[in-house]
């Protein structure tokens, strides 16, 4: 089975910063990776697919990059409505989908 | 407007069954495949159980395997996860999700995603 394993687990950080969170996979999964944003008590909202493909209507300063088995979410600005869990996802084997256990962005 | 609405979350005893259900709407049911994620308290996402548009392909997460079945019925717009043999670690916030994909025409390849989400429906499993 694939693990995704992201980094850091949490993260605080201020309104403006510029903010970087990584996925691992345990083995490549060639760009089938997606990420969400999560609030508390609320569902998971899409961000990006394909590693790299934003979703319509998410703000641009949300962009993916990587390959291979390494992934990376960047935040460019900070802002107050981006505090929240973010969870990457893969979909390349079994099991069908697996989701990283979240990284936690928090205001400083 | 795009939605999905799940119900039939409760309180049930360990061994006990339960039937979830995830109405969908602003959109073509019958086209999509689906699917089940769960979220127990204070923990990260998980999946559970994958539907394609006509019943003929699905899939279970481990954990679930022999013991939740998942169903749909295209006519009604539903989605149905019936929950067996519940165990206190199936405790969680069930969400029904829309599954799509990317076709890459560059890479060839088929990208999956789920773009839809539900707001969730809350099952314990206590004694």
């Known amino acids: 089975d694939i693990q995704m394993t992201q980094s850091p687990s949490s993260l605080s950080a201020s309104v403006g910063d510029r903010v970087t969170i990584t996925c691992r996979a345990s083995?490549?999964?060639?760009?089938?990776l997606a990420w969400y944003q999560q609030k508390p008590g609320k569902a998971p909202k899409l961000l990006l697919y394909?590693?790299?493909r934003l979703e319509s209507g998410v703000p641009s300063r949300f962009s993916g990059s990587g390959s291979g088995t390494d992934y990376t979410l960047t935040i460019s600005s900070l802002q107050p409505e981006d505090f929240a869990t973010y969870y990457c996802?893969?979909?390349?084997?079994?099991?069908?989908?697996?989701f990283g256990q979240g990284t936690k962005l928090e205001i400083k | 407007e795009v939605q999905l609405v799940e119900s039939g979350g409760g309180l049930v005893q360990p061994g006990g069954s339960l039937r979830l259900s995830c109405a969908a709407s602003?959109?073509?049911?019958?086209?999509?495949?689906m699917n089940w994620v769960r979220q127990a308290p204070g923990k990260g996402l998980e999946w559970v159980s994958y539907i394609s548009s006509s019943s003929s392909t699905i899939y279970y997460a481990d954990s679930v395997k022999g013991r939740f079945t998942i169903s749909r019925d295209n006519a009604k717009n539903s989605l149905y996860l019936q929950m067996n043999s519940l165990r206190a670690e199936d405790t969680a916030v069930y969400y029904c999700a829309r599954d799509l994909g990317y076709y890459d025409i560059l890479t060839g390849y088929y990208y999956y995603y789920m773009d839809v989400w539900g707001k969730g429906t809350t099952v314990t499993v206590s004694s």
């Open positions: 083995q490549g999964i060639s760009n089938s």
């Open positions: 394909a590693a790299s």
């Open positions: 602003g959109f073509t049911f019958s086209s999509y495949s």
């Open positions: 996802q893969q979909y390349y084997s079994t099991p069908l989908y697996t």
